[in-house]
């Protein structure tokens, strides 16, 4: 098995309805809710917006700032509920949104695309076999009790798949395309940094695959609390 997925396998871009319908359900009734960079898909629940760019068609107020460099324009705990689905891997800065989600909002969640996925090469589709989104800035994960990141450093194309192979069959399951972060009161956030964390030409793989398995075990841990069913078999690469 190579790390690459083709034009034919299947790309699960889009929410995870299981996950999607969970996170709606975990909304009270009623509820002033925050969705930060909507896109095409919005929340449901959602009844104010934030972009870095005018859209339309949104079913309530839009409200235009640079998610980087500019505090959200709303008072402290003013939201009940703030989601924030596949936005932060992209931001030069997605820190100061992280402060910011938590001092306006009470709660919230946070989705992100998996390290597995942008780690494996194809997940794009149609652009060049990059590893994941050729676009995207950080990788991101849950783990203990925080929101963890590291830099995506272009020697990512560099690094060998063979031995993560393994890991790459599980993509054929929606569930691992993305990493799933509830939060209430306060985001904790990891940032890996180098040379402080780890060296990049040294343990930088270290990393991502720490980030990988702690994913993925979330992920699963996630969706066999929604549906009382584990999402199938992992084969877990070996330690050795």
Same mark, same amino acid.
């Given at each position: 098995?190579? #790390?690459?997925?083709?034009? +034919? #396998? ?15 359900? =975990? ?15 919005? &929340?449901?629940? !959602? ?18 700032? %640079? ?11 003013? &939201?009940?509920?703030?989601? /924030? ?9 997605? &820190? ?10 009470? !709660? ?11 780690? /494996? ?8 076999? $990059? ?6 800035? $950080?990788?991101? *994960?849950?783990?203990? %009790? !925080? =929101? ?13 798949? #063979?031995?993560?192979?393994? *890991? ?8 691992? $395309? ?15 940094? /180098?040379?402080? %964390? &780890? ?17 993925? +075990?979330?992920? +699963?841990? =996630? ?12 084969? $877990?690469?070996?330690?050795?």
């Amino acid at each position: 098995m190579n #790390d690459s997925l083709t034009n +034919a #396998d299947p790309h699960h871009w889009g929410p995870v309805p299981e996950v999607i319908d969970y996170v709606t359900n =975990l909304v009270p009734h009623p509820a002033d809710v925050l969705e930060i960079g909507p896109g095409h898909i919005p &929340f449901g629940r !959602a009844t104010e917006f934030v972009d870095i760019r005018p859209l339309d068609n949104l079913p309530g107020p839009l409200h235009v700032c %640079d998610l980087s460099q500019d505090k959200l324009p709303f008072t402290d705990k003013f &939201f009940d509920f703030v989601y /924030c689905r596949h936005v932060l891997e992209d931001m030069v800065n997605p &820190f100061l949104l992280c402060r910011e989600m938590q001092r306006v909002g009470k !709660a919230g969640y946070i989705e992100t695309p998996s390290p597995l996925a942008e780690f /494996c090469r194809g997940v794009d589709g149609g652009a060049p076999p $990059w590893r994941g989104y050729h676009h995207h800035r $950080w990788m991101i *994960w849950p783990e203990n %009790d !925080a =929101l963890n990141f590291v830099s995506k450093f272009p020697i990512v194309e560099h690094l060998k798949g #063979d031995d993560k192979a393994a *890991w790459f069959h599980v993509l054929t399951q929606p569930i691992y $395309w993305n990493s799933y972060f509830l939060w209430t009161d306060e985001i904790k956030v990891r940032h890996w940094e /180098c040379p402080f %964390d &780890f060296m990049i030409t040294e343990n930088y793989p270290s990393v991502i695959s720490r980030g990988i398995t702690a994913s993925m +075990a979330a992920s +699963a841990a =996630l969706y066999t609390k929604i549906t009382g069913t584990p999402p199938g078999d992992i084969e $877990w690469p070996s330690k050795s």
